[in-house]
């Protein structure tokens, strides 16, 4: 796989990975800027708007139409966090021209609606159509207040809040439902425009198309896009929380508790030396089907329904969110730490290690069999630290890691904040 990247103008980067492994292509691009409260509604509204409609396709059917046309191409928007930023993107897969009939050219034409898409909406009085704007701002405003319908994925997003209060990491990528019923379409569109002029940009395309071409299309369909700005990309590292453990407990109506334990890493992130030390450390302790966490605390103990280890590569954070019974909430919290404690000590065999090895290389291979993790990977990684190599170097290095580094790891990890979601008293 040829993987080339390239700087269209400051601030606007392309990366390309040509492969004719897959039958499709995939074309995206991401606008990322920092993420801010005043801002995330409005951000997060903009793609979903964009996607009702553009100038020459003014509505869902007649841009449905015309990605029918080209072959049934899958064209969406999506709305991503990558540690301090929001992400704004339009992914297009598509078949890979190879597999057209008559020869047809598939990309150019693909690309050229993505540009329109993004770059041409419809429009009403100068601004977006006032119809889509309050239709939208109503299904974000839903989606947003559903949040709470998923009582693990709730907890983590309370600790997230708790943990990092006052850092730009506690918004809701969403923004605010409040404000989204509150949009206009005159604020929408001032926010669309500061943001196709101010976001870091990022192209990327896979599939078996030159690079000559590649670059050509994506001048030609973004042209409005490829000027100078500045980088918004950030990513706020608290090393180390000062002081005593937080406690937040909450009550609702649940019929299982949630614990959700909240770590911070110390500053290793993505790029830092000790990063493939830490992914083989989080495999070992809960993110894998045979961590310590799901063996020790949910088989053996049966202390938890549910038990994992989440690991945020750009944020530096880990997160433990567990199914609990509500009288078994210390418990459950204590023997958490304790199988931390283990692999600080090194208290892990060398088949428990390699095992773990093995799930972080599966996992980083795997990447490479799907176009829409290798497109996500690679964002990331240009976004975060600048080029999107760097997979198959971790893939080594994660080989390397001994056992000593996966204990100096373990003590990477400090406990930061411990929230607990558990039924309303007298229950």
Same mark, same amino acid.
């Given at each position: 796989m040829e993987r080339i990247q390239t700087t269209l103008a400051p601030g606007?980067?392309?990366?390309?990975c040509r492969t004719e492994q897959f039958k499709t292509g995939v074309l995206s691009v991401t606008l990322t800027v920092p993420l801010r409260e005043e801002t995330a509604t409005a951000y997060a509204m903009i793609p979903e708007v964009l996607y009702r409609g553009s100038r020459l396709h003014p509505d869902i059917e007649q841009l449905s139409a015309a990605t029918d046309q080209l072959y049934g191409a899958s064209l969406g928007p999506s709305v991503r966090q990558r540690g301090e930023s929001q992400g704004i993107s339009f992914l297009c897969s598509v078949i890979d021209d190879r597999y057209a009939l008559d020869g047809m050219a598939v990309l150019e034409p693909a690309s050229m609606l993505m540009g329109e898409i993004?770059?041409?909406?419809?429009?009403?009085?100068?601004?977006?159509r006032a119809d889509y704007v309050q239709s939208e701002g109503a299904n974000l405003a839903d989606r947003i207040n559903a949040r709470i319908n998923d009582k693990q994925d709730w907890a983590i997003f309370r600790l997230t809040q708790e943990m990092c209060a006052g850092e730009a990491y506690a918004l809701d990528k969403l923004g605010s439902a409040q404000q989204a019923l509150e949009m206009t379409p005159e604020v929408l569109w001032e926010h669309y425009q500061t943001l196709l002029a101010q976001a870091q940009v990022?192209?990327?395309?896979?599939?078996?198309?030159?690079?000559?071409?590649?670059?050509?299309?994506?001048?030609?369909?973004f042209a409005p896009l490829?000027?100078?700005?500045?980088?918004?990309?950030?990513?706020?590292?608290?090393?180390?929380?000062?002081?005593s453990v937080r406690r937040i407990t909450e009550r609702m109506e649940v019929g299982q508790a949630k614990l959700a334990l909240g770590f911070r890493t110390g500053g290793i992130t993505m790029g830092h030396p000790q990063f493939p030390a830490l992914l083989v450390c989080n495999a070992l302790f809960g993110g894998?089907?045979?961590?310590?966490?799901?063996?020790?605390?949910?088989?053996?103990?049966?202390?938890?329904?549910?038990?994992?280890?989440?690991?945020?590569k750009l944020k530096g954070i880990m997160v433990v969110p567990a199914g609990v019974d509500a009288a078994d909430l210390n418990r459950a919290e204590q $023997?958490? #730490? @304790?199988?931390? =404690?283990?692999?600080?000590?090194? +208290?892990?065999? &060398?088949?428990?290690?390699?095992?773990?090895?093995m799930a972080v290389?599966?996992?980083?291979?795997?990447?490479?069999?799907?176009?829409?993790?290798?497109?996500?990977?690679?964002?990331?990684?240009?976004?975060?630290?600048?080029?999107?190599?760097?997979?198959? $170097?971790? #893939? @080594?290095?994660? =080989?390397?890691?001994?056992?000593? +580094?996966?204990? &100096?790891?373990a003590h990477a990890f400090v406990l930061d904040t411990v929230y607990c979601l558990t039924g309303k008293e007298g229950e």
């Open positions: 606007v980067e392309l990366v390309a993004l770059l041409d909406p419809a429009v009403e009085g100068g601004v977006f990022v192209f990327y395309y896979s599939g078996s198309a030159p690079w000559d071409r590649v670059e050509q299309v994506v001048r030609q369909a490829i000027t100078p700005r500045q980088r918004g990309y950030t990513c706020q590292v608290v090393e180390r929380p000062a002081g894998t089907a045979n961590s310590k966490l799901f063996l020790r605390v949910r088989e053996e103990l049966s202390l938890c329904y549910s038990v994992s280890s989440l690991l945020d $023997a958490i #730490l @304790e199988q931390l =404690e283990e692999i600080r000590r090194g +208290q892990f065999t &060398q088949e428990e290690l390699e095992a773990a090895r290389r599966s996992g980083l291979r795997s990447a490479r069999d799907s176009q829409g993790r290798m497109e996500d990977d690679c964002v990331t990684r240009q976004l975060a630290t600048g080029t999107p190599e760097g997979s198959q $170097a971790l #893939l @080594e290095a994660v =080989e390397q890691v001994t056992a000593q +580094q996966v204990e &100096q790891a």
